[in-house]
């Protein structure tokens, strides 16, 4: 009889732990932190950026939907919706928010909380954007990566008139909406265009429409070559960008190599990918539970200079061989 007993009592055991389990793996799965990813391009164009982010979280012991969940959110130049989402991601007390390559997403984290950590990449000074106190103690809730976009400014107008040296009068294609970035590019655009003897005229665009109707106003107002500034938006449209350009047989300068890849003449500028990947680095440290006031903020400092040849003689540029041979990326 004893025996019936403790064999009923072992089954129950078994029996409660079988029907407790899925609450413990329900538990677990609760208990995985949860970083927001935060940036103004498209999911579309993004997947290197992706793949780059999350090797830098493998690097450091974290994979996603392993032991850490990644909510990526995507703003396809929609930056009017940073306020709400930010105010949602501090209400679910997500365990990071990365904003790698978006100036507008950094500044509004950084409005929306002092206390969840933020990992920025940014192409300005990140003091001067006050998300930190210094590169070397950012203090506060943030730090990350900052990878010289002012500074390529004047590099990338040389080069595209080493490439294009009939190239005089030049279009400046900014993203109002992203004043953060357009306002210092162009006023480091306005100081070095001279110094090549080179003129400028600002255009603006926030949407695909207003992209479409600044080529069009090419027709009747034609620069020699057009000068694309930094924006997450914009590198959601860069095989829009590379159509219009050939279509109107016009020379274009982009900072990231993805235009290039798309059909667009030259780029030159930090190679984003690897901020991506430096991004991840520093998340993963953060969940581990290192403060973001003790990291250093990171001074990237590998660029890509990438030309596509075909579209070159597409344009009828011989491309000098002195300038072909300083790419870090040739495109035949």
Known sequence: MSRNIARRKFIAAVGGLAAAWPRVVRAQQQAMPVVALVNGRSAASSAENVAAFSQGLKENGYVENQNVTVEYHWLDGQYARLRSLMADLVRR????????????????????????????AVGEDPVRLGLVASFAQPGGNATGVNFFG???????????????????????????????????????????????????????????????????????????????VPDGFFSSRSRQFATLAARDKIPAAYWNREFVTAGGLMSYGTDLADAYRQVGAYTALILKGRKPAD??????????????????????????????????????
Do not use: C, M, Y
């Open 150 to 228: 002012q500074e390529v400014v004047a590099k990338e107008l040389h080069l595209l008139h080493d490439l294009v040296p009939k190239a005089v009068r030049i279009a400046v294609l900014a993203n109002p909406a992203n004043s953060s970035v357009s306002e210092p590019t162009i006023r480091s655009i306005q100081e070095a265009a001279p110094t090549i003897g080179l003129t400028v005229k600002i255009i603006t665009a926030a949407t695909a429409s207003d992209i479409d109707a600044a080529f069009a106003g090419f027709t009747s107002d034609r620069p020699d070559a057009v000068f694309v």
């Open 93 to 120: 007390q997500v365990a990071v928010i990365a904003t790698p390559g978006s100036n507008p997403a950094a500044l509004a984290a950084k409005a929306a909380t002092e206390t969840i950590p933020i990992v920025f």
């Open 295 to 332: 990291l250093a903020v990171i001074q990237s400092n590998k660029f890509v200079f990438a030309i596509n040849v075909q579209t070159a003689r597409a344009l009828g540029i011989e491309v000098p061989p002195d300038v072909l041979s300083i790419a870090t990326e040739v495109i035949k």
